[in-house]
Every structure is written in C-alpha cells, then in structure tokens.
C-alpha cells in the first residue's frame, strides 16, 4: 500500500502533536511545522513509524512560509492531507480596548498562515485529483462571546473558507472537514492569557477536552473512506452546553 504523507501546521505542542502521535500510529509519513525546533525534535523522537520530516519557521512571516513551501514543493506534491492546525488566541479585552498587535498576531497565524499554506498544496492536490483539508475551526467560529471578538472572526472566517474550499473543489475529489472544538486544555488559555494562573481558572471545577481527544476526531475524519467527508464536528466537553455556559463543580 501506498505510503500516505500528511502535513501538520503549529505540530510541537498541543492537538498539533496529539494529531502528529496519531497519525504516525496509522502509519503516515509527516512534515511537522512548528517555531519551537527543540519541541518539534523532542517529538519527532517519540513518535513510533514512518518518516518524518521537520520545518521549523515563523507562520507570521509570509516569506518563511514562502520559503517553506518552495524548499518542500517534492513533498507537498505528494500530500494526502493537510491538517491546518496552527493557531491562537491572544487577549480577551473589549474592542475599544483591544491591542492592534494581538489582533495582527491573531489575523496572521489563524488566517492568513492557514490561507498561505492551502494556497501553496491545492494546485498538487487538484493534479492528483485526491487530497484532506483539515482545518482547525472553534466554536468561536459560529457564535461570539465578549473580549473575543477578534479571535472569534478569524475562526468564523476559516469556517468560511472552509465552506468556499468545498465549493471550489467540488467533483476534485478533495475532502475537506472543519473541526469545531469547546474548551481544551492545551497551551491555549496560558498563551491568550499570558499567565497559568489565569489559564488554570479557566479550566476549574471542570472537565475540559485534551489534545488528545480532538486529535482522535481529526484522526477518525481523515480514515473515513474516500466517499466519506466528514463537512464540520462541533465537539464540546460534557461540562460545556455552549460558549460561556460551562458547568463547575463547587
Ligand atoms: C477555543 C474555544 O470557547 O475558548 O477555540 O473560544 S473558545
């Protein structure tokens, strides 16, 4: 059997790496990205089959991501799957309170990293006429709550580039699946927040998702036969009814 390639965006911590351990266990080769090189080797190492293969560059400069893409077009030739899943939030102020760099931050990994990469793996994809988009969305990307406003537009825009792609590669044979998670217990809340403290509150009284458990629906999407495509998974924790609704024990 063929041996399949996927490529993992924001891969050395997280649902990135959870879905790295994964994919590696159903036999996938992988092109990890990510910013922290000793994270990405430290990985890397652990991981149980195939081959590996490592990029370490910054997603907010648009020419490394350039440069990434050309220094590995013989690999995205032969991608099977991408999973977009870098990403962040940064900050929870009210708009008229809100910091232009965060936003920026936000704007450039969530979106336009995400757009720059598919932008770069589409044309092979369309050649071969096969192919698994992955993007990481959130439930931020269909509803809004206070002080996220601006994390919650960058993820209801990968909803709807999501949606486009599906439209503009209708009768490709490219799938392509949004992942829609709640509350997660990853780095995420710590580097929004820029303190553990506040992170660890988040998370109180609580049962949260892991990387774990949404890298095993990423995992679960892509295995579904090729007539199969997974459109969107809305996946919250059992404690969490909706955004801001979050049941804790006293
Ligand atoms: C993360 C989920 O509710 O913190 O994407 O925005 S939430």
């Known amino acids: ?58 997603l907010l400069k648009p020419s490394e991501i350039e440069k990434f893409c050309t220094g590995h077009e013989a690999y995205l030739k032969k991608l099977d799957v991408l999973v977009n899943n870098a990403g962040l939030a940064k900050g929870s102020e009210l708009l008229d309170q809100g910091q232009l760099k965060d936003w920026d931050v936000m704007l450039d990994t969530n979106v336009r990293a995400l757009l720059h990469i598919t932008r770069a793996v589409l044309p092979f994809m369309v050649a071969r006429q096969e192919g698994h988009i992955v993007n990481m969305g959130s439930v931020a990307g269909r509803w809004v709550y206070p002080g996220g406003a601006i994390y919650c537009a960058t993820k209801h825009a990968v909803r709807a580039f999501s949606e486009g792609l599906r439209m503009d590669l209708l009768g490709k044979n490219i799938r392509v699946t949004n992942i829609e998670p709640g509350m997660v217990n990853t780095e995420f809340s710590k580097v929004r927040f820029d303190s553990q403290a506040k992170a660890d509150a988040v998370y109180e009284g609580m049962t949260p998702l892991s990387a774990e458990d949404i890298a095993e629906t990423i995992v679960w999407s892509i295995a579904r036969p090729a007539h199969v495509n997974i459109q969107e998974i809305i996946i919250y924790p059992t404690a969490q009814a909706h955004v801001g609704m979050v049941h804790r024990s006293k």
């Open 1 to 58: 059997m063929k041996q399949k390639w996927a490529l993992i965006t924001g891969a050395s911590s997280g649902i990135g790496a959870a879905t790295a351990k994964k994919l590696a266990e159903h036999g996938f080769n992988l092109i990890l990205t990510g910013r922290r090189k000793d994270r990405l080797e430290e990985l890397a190492h652990s991981l149980k089959a195939g081959e590996v293969v490592l990029a370490n560059f910054d």
